[in-house]
C-alpha cells in the first residue's frame, strides 16, 4: 500500500506542498549582510502595501486584475451559458461539430492567441478595420492595445475569446443532466422556453454556475501568458494591463535595468495565494452552504 | 414557476408555428455567428502562413492562388530558429511527465479507493489542495532548488514540476472511477492467489476512459505552459516550442511572413492532436470529471 501512495505523495509534496510553504516563507525573510537571509516578520508585506515605491504598483495590479475578472463574469460566463444552452436544445442540428469546433480557441496556447489577436487588432494589416466598416464602424477602430483607457478591456475579451469553451462544456454537462420529465412537466403547463429554462433550468444548475465563478476567479488571478506576450514584462502602455501575474514575474525574475528580487516576489507570491484562498474559502463555505440549505 | 404571463397555447412544441420555426432558426443563427467568429482569426493566421507580403496586405480574405503563394514565411522560420529542436523538446517533456502523472496517480487512486486505512480521506484531500491552488504560486522556491539540484535548463527540470503539476486532479478523477470497479473482481483475484501488483495491473484495463480523459487534461496544460520553459528552461538546447515560439515571435515581430508561419507551426500540433482526442476530451468534461 505504501509502494502505491509513495510515488505520488512524494513527488506532489517536493515540487508543490514544499515551494508552496517555502515560498510563503521567503515572503518573510530580507537578504540580509553577506547574502545571509534573516527573518524580517512582515516586513517585506508593510513595504508592499505602504511603500511609495511599491504600493501604487500593488494596488493598480491589484485593481486591473479584478477589471480582469469582471470582464470575464460579465462577458465571457453569460456567453458560456448561451452557447451551451443552445446546444442542449433538441432541435439544433450538428451539435457535436459546433461543440468541438465551438471550442478549440481553447486548446490553443495562450501565447499563439495573443499574438493572432495582436495581429488582428494591428492598424498595419487592418483587418479590425474591415470588420468594423462592415457596420460603419470605421471610426471605433484605434490601436486597442496601444491605448491605456482600452487595453486592459481589449485583453480581457480577447481571453474571453479563448477561454469561453469551459464554462460553456461545464454548463452543457449540467443542463444536458437534467431529467427530461422535470421540461416536459413545465411544458405540458404551458411555459415557454424561456420560462423553463430561468424557472427550472437554472436554479438546478446553480452549483454549476459556484464551479465556473471560482474556476475564472482562480485562473485569472493567476493569469500571466497572454500579458507578457502581447505587453511584454512592463505590461504597458504605463502599466495600464499589469495583472498580479505580470507584477509577479517582474518583481522576482527582474526586467531590463531592474535586478530581481526574490524574496520581494515571494511577498507578492503571497498576496496572490491569500487572494485566491479567500476566492476559494467564500465559495466552498459561502456558496455550497447555501446550495445546501435550498436543496433542504 | 409563478409567473406564468402567457396563455398556454403559446407553449412552443416541436414542429408547430411559425414562433418555433422563428426559434430554430435563431438559435443556427447564433451558434453559427460565434463560430465564425471562434475560427475565424485562426484561419485568417493559416491562410494568409501561405501567401507573399504584398498579398497577405492586399488581400487578406483570399485564398493563396498561383501569383500569391509563398512559402518564404516557412524558410525563414527555418533558418532562424531551431522549430524541430523545440518541437522535440515539447514532445518530450510532455509525454515524459504524462507518463509519471498516469503511472504515479493511477498507483495512488488506486490505493485510496481500495484500502480502507487511517488518514485515507485526510490524504485524499492533501493530494486534492493541488487542484485549486496554482504550482506557479511557488515558483521563487522551485527555482532555487532546481538550482540546488543543477537541474535548471534541463527538460528534468520541466518534467519533475509538471509531474507534481498534474497529479491532484489525475489522483482526484482516477480515484472517483476505481470506486466503481467492483470489489467482488478484486475479491476473486485474490483468492485465486493474485498478488497486490497483479490486482493493480487488473484493473488498469477497466479504468482506460479514465486514463483518457485524465490524459488529455494533463497534457494540453504541459504542452501549452509559458511561465515555466521561460523561467527555468530558457536556454536555447531546452526551449520548448511554445517558448520558442514566444521568442522566435518578439524577434521577428515585422517580417510578417515569419510570425504567420511560425504561428501556424506551434499551433498545428496542438490542432492535430484535439482532432484527435476532442471526444475524450469533451466527454470527460461533460461527465462526471468536474462536478
Known amino acids: 500500500m505504501i509502494v502505491f501512495l509513495a510515488p505520488a505523495t512524494l513527488v506532489y509534496t517536493a515540487f508543490m506542498i514544499y515551494p508552496l510553504l517555502d515560498s510563503l516563507r521567503l515572503g518573510l525573510v530580507a537578504p540580509g549582510p553577506g547574502r545571509v537571509e534573516a527573518f524580517v516578520g512582515f516586513d517585506n508585506y508593510r513595504r508592499l502595501f505602504t511603500d511609495p515605491n511599491w504600493a501604487p504598483f500593488l494596488w493598480n495590479a491589484i485593481r486591473n486584475n479584478f477589471v480582469f475578472f469582471a470582464v470575464h463574469m460579465l462577458v465571457q460566463n453569460p456567453i458560456g451559458l448561451l452557447l451551451a444552452a443552445l446546444l442542449s436544445s433538441q432541435v439544433v442540428r450538428f451539435r457535436a461539430l459546433f461543440r468541438t469546433l465551438l471550442f478549440l480557441p481553447t486548446v490553443l496556447s495562450i501565447v499563439l492567441v495573443g499574438f493572432i489577436w495582436r495581429l488582428i487588432l494591428s492598424p498595419i494589416w487592418g483587418i479590425s478595420k474591415d470588420f468594423l466598416g462592415l457596420f460603419g464602424l470605421e471610426h471605433l477602430n484605434r490601436p486597442w492595445l496601444g491605448l491605456e483607457g482600452s487595453a486592459l478591456i481589449t485583453l480581457s475579451l480577447v481571453s474571453v475569446w479563448q477561454w469561453v469553451g469551459i464554462p460553456m462544456l461545464l454548463f452543457l454537462a449540467a443542463l444536458v443532466s437534467i431529467p427530461d420529465e422535470l421540461i416536459e412537466a413545465a411544458r405540458v403547463d404551458g411555459a415557454n422556453a424561456w420560462q423553463v429554462f430561468w424557472g427550472i433550468k437554472f436554479p438546478l444548475i446553480l452549483p454549476t454556475v459556484g464551479i465556473v465563478g471560482v474556476l475564472t476567479f482562480v485562473g485569472n488571478f493567476n493569469a500571466f501568458d497572454l500579458i507578457y506576450t502581447t505587453q511584454r514584462a512592463l505590461a504597458g502602455p504605463n502599466y495600464a494591463t499589469d495583472i498580479l501575474g505580470t507584477f509577479f514575474f517582474r518583481t522576482f525574475f527582474g526586467v531590463q535595468l531592474q535586478p530581481g528580487n526574490p524574496t520581494m516576489g515571494a511577498t507578492i507570491a503571497g498576496v496572490m495565494f491569500l487572494i485566491i484562498l479567500t476566492g476559494v474559502v467564500l465559495y466552498l463555505f459561502g456558496y455550497q452552504r447555501r446550495l445546501q440549505r435550498i436543496e433542504l | ?291
Open chain 2, 1 to 291: 414557476m409563478t409567473t406564468r404571463g402567457t396563455p398556454s397555447e403559446r407553449a412552443p412544441r416541436p414542429g408547430k408555428g411559425w414562433g418555433h420555426w422563428a426559434q430554430v432558426l435563431g438559435a443556427h443563427a447564433v451558434l453559427l455567428g460565434y463560430t465564425a467568429f471562434a475560427l475565424f482569426p485562426i484561419l485568417l493566421v493559416v491562410v494568409n502562413s501561405f501567401k507573399e507580403r504584398r498579398a497577405i496586405f492586399r488581400t487578406p480574405y483570399a485564398l493563396p492562388d498561383a501569383d500569391t503563394f509563398s512559402l518564404v514565411g516557412y524558410r525563414t522560420v527555418f533558418t532562424g530558429a531551431r522549430f524541430d529542436l523545440y518541437f522535440v523538446n515539447s514532445l518530450i517533456v510532455t509525454l515524459g511527465s504524462l507518463a509519471l502523472v498516469l503511472l504515479f496517480a493511477s498507483m495512488a487512486a488506486h490505493a485510496l479507493a481500495e484500502y480502507r486505512f487511517r488518514g485515507n480521506t485526510l490524504l485524499g484531500l492533501y493530494l486534492a489542495i493541488g487542484i485549486m491552488i496554482p504550482i506557479r504560486l511557488g515558483t521563487v522556491s522551485i527555482l532555487r532548488m532546481m538550482v540546488a539540484l543543477g537541474l535548471t535548463d534541463t527538460l528534468w527540470s520541466l518534467i519533475l514540476v509538471y509531474t507534481a503539476q498534474g497529479i491532484p486532479l489525475a489522483v482526484f478523477i482516477l480515484s472517483v472511477f476505481m470506486r466503481q470497479v467492483p470489489g467482488e473482481l478484486k475479491d476473486a483475484a485474490r483468492i485465486d492467489g493474485a498478488s497486490e501488483y497483479r490486482i493493480y495491473a487488473l484493473i488498469m484495463p477497466l479504468v482506460r476512459p479514465a486514463l483518457g480523459t485524465v490524459a488529455v487534461f494533463t497534457m494540453i496544460p504541459i504542452w501549452n505552459d509559458l511561465w515555466f520553459p521561460l523561467v527555468l528552461a530558457s536556454g536555447e538546447r531546452t526551449k520548448t516550442i511554445i517558448l520558442g515560439a514566444q521568442v522566435f515571435l518578439g524577434q521577428y515581430v515585422n517580417d510578417w511572413n515569419a510570425v504567420l508561419a511560425s504561428l501556424t507551426l506551434a499551433m498545428v500540433p496542438i490542432i492535430v492532436l484535439y482532432v484527435i482526442f476532442s471526444r475524450q476530451l469533451i466527454r470527460g468534461l461533460t461527465q462526471g470529471a468536474v462536478k
